[in-house]
């Protein structure tokens, strides 16, 4: 992480602000809320790419989302906070009073205790008519699709007692319906869906083997898989330790659970509302999946698989030793759902061996066997980042792998570049599986810029298009596409009104009034 140096005689005084590397250097928060109407764009956007493109940032605790909407080839662009409890009480005090995510909750100012603690900066979908700005440990907030305005919170909350809302719920195209869950404070582990109306169902609850935190999941027809994390919680405040920590010395562990709890699959022997749990020795965790699916008793899932604590402000417990360098591949998993509770899985097989991550693929196959992964890597030869600091600041390249050959297609933007995580666009309703194309941010560090690429998944060599922001955005954590289809149609920047404008008035001509003329 590189530090912004102060000018000449700045270098001794005083500020209230805390230059940390959250404040400083490339990855300075951009505390910024405004809109751009038809951003410059290098290369022609085709027409078939038409929706919004949102993606959220974390910024000192909350959460900002920015939205590109693409029209006809043409590019709005907003940006906003999302104006939750935590937002609203720090701005109007105007200083912090939340600890960080890794600290005590004790360890939040006392006034605030009261205060719902979501950061909102995690993740954002648009469901059942709503965009959603989502984090981990708390519910979502509603904002308006197209002014990025803050309309509410929880609002399916009336239907289920959970204060909790995941940042990755999963979209089922087949059935409509979102899957989504919740974890209270590292025990109870509750899951349900949403439909297109916003009314849930299939509420379970589980409860895990030992408190724990579970950031994604794996989804088919009719199974769900809690990817849970090697997580030692401290809730309780116990003095001198975080309040989460990476335990080297827990197993890998998945808790799988029938999609209706009510109804398990017929044939199956699942009892209704049973869960099982399935590990393997190893130490580590599926971060982020890219699909799943079923075939026949198996349920087989991918998804990035380190080597070590993902994070490296995440502190470590146990009696393991780390390495010394995290290295994270994208695997394939599989659990046979006729093994009873306590079954240990079989190794890992390893897709992609150099450093990953983010992987997505075309969501129109989700629950469905699938043969393309889209993602982020990291490319060697591209710049000598340290990988032993931060594997996300590493991550240079974007890559489509075809599964059925093993070919590894990547896309490296240049020096000085960080890519962000990459987006999925079919080119029709009906087109071919990851026949469409590929959005995503690429962070220019050296000119402190940030690009959006478009890629045509039938070349994947060079850009169709570019989207060249005047401004530099904080790197993202997730973000998805939305069909111009499900919006209302409303404009993301609307065009300046043509009325209480000041004509210029010119010397009479022969035939021809002037406007004054004209409204005499």
């Excluded at 409890?85 to 005090?93: I, N």
């Excluded at 890998?252 to 109804?263: E, G, K, S, Y």
Aim: net charge negative; hydrophobic share 35%; with cysteine.
């Amino acid at each position: 992480m590189t530090h912004a140096t102060p000018i000449k005689g700045a270098e001794k005084l005083p500020s209230r602000w805390a230059f940390t590397e959250d404040l400083a250097g490339y990855d300075m928060p951009i505390r910024l809320e405004g809109e751009i109407g038809d951003v410059i764009v290098r290369g022609t956007i085709p027409d078939c790419v038409d929706g919004t493109f949102y993606r959220v940032v974390p910024l000192g605790g909350h959460g900002v989302v920015s939205a590109f909407r693409i029209h006809k080839g043409r590019v709005d662009f907003k940006i906003r906070y999302v104006q939750n409890d935590r937002y609203k009480v720090e701005r109007q005090q105007r200083q912090s009073f939340f600890a960080s995510v890794l600290n005590n909750p004790l360890a939040d100012h006392p006034c605030v205790r009261a205060v719902m603690k979501q950061s909102s900066n995690t993740n954002v979908i648009y469901w059942a008519g709503r965009l959603l700005a989502l984090g981990e440990i708390g519910p979502p907030y509603a904002m308006d699709p197209d002014t990025l305005e803050t309309t509410g919170v929880d609002p399916f909350g009336n239907q289920i007692i959970t204060p909790a809302f995941t940042a990755h719920p999963k979209i089922d195209p087949h059935v409509d319906q979102l899957v989504t869950w919740g974890i209270l404070r590292g025990s109870d582990l509750v899951s349900y869906s949403i439909d297109r109306q916003g009314m849930v169902k299939n509420e379970h609850r589980i409860k895990p083997p030992r408190p724990t935190s579970c950031h994604d999941i794996a989804m088919t027809e009719n199974w769900v898989v809690f990817c849970t994390w090697p997580t030692q919680l401290n809730f309780d405040g116990k003095p001198g330790e975080p309040v989460a920590a990476w335990n080297m010395d827990l197993p890998l562990t998945f808790i799988v659970a029938p999609r209706r709890p009510d109804q398990p699959l017929a044939g199956s022997g699942w009892k209704p509302y049973e869960s099982r749990i399935y590990h393997h020795p190893v130490n580590s965790a599926i971060i982020h999946t890219a699909g799943a699916w079923e075939e026949g008793s198996k349920i087989f899932f991918e998804g990035t698989y380190p080597h070590d604590t993902i994070f490296p402000f995440w502190p470590r417990a146990g009696q393991r030793n780390a390495l010394k360098k995290t290295v994270v591949d994208l695997v394939r998993l599989e659990i046979d759902t006729n093994s009873p509770t306590d079954t240990q899985i079989p190794d890992p097989a390893v897709l992609v061996d150099i450093p990953n991550e983010f992987p997505r693929i075309d969501e129109r196959f989700f629950c469905k066997k699938y043969d393309f992964i889209f993602m982020n890597v990291y490319k060697p030869e591209s710049n000598g980042v340290d990988l032993t600091k931060h594997i996300f600041a590493g991550l240079n390249s974007t890559a489509m792998l075809d599964k059925r050959s093993g070919e590894l297609k990547i896309y490296s933007p240049g020096p000085n570049c960080r890519c962000q995580e990459p987006v999925f666009i079919p080119r029709s309703d009906d087109a071919p599986e990851a026949d469409g194309y590929i959005i995503f941010a690429v962070d220019r560090l050296d000119i402190n810029l940030t690009n959006v690429v478009i890629l045509d998944s039938r070349d994947f060599g060079d850009p169709v298009a570019v989207i060249e922001l005047p401004l530099r955005m904080r790197a993202q954590i997730h973000g998805n596409w939305v069909d111009a289809r499900e919006l209302n149609g409303r404009p993301l920047v609307a065009d300046p009104p043509l009325h209480n404008m000041v004509w210029r008035h010119g010397p009479s001509q022969p035939g021809i009034l002037t406007p004054v003329q004209q409204r005499a």
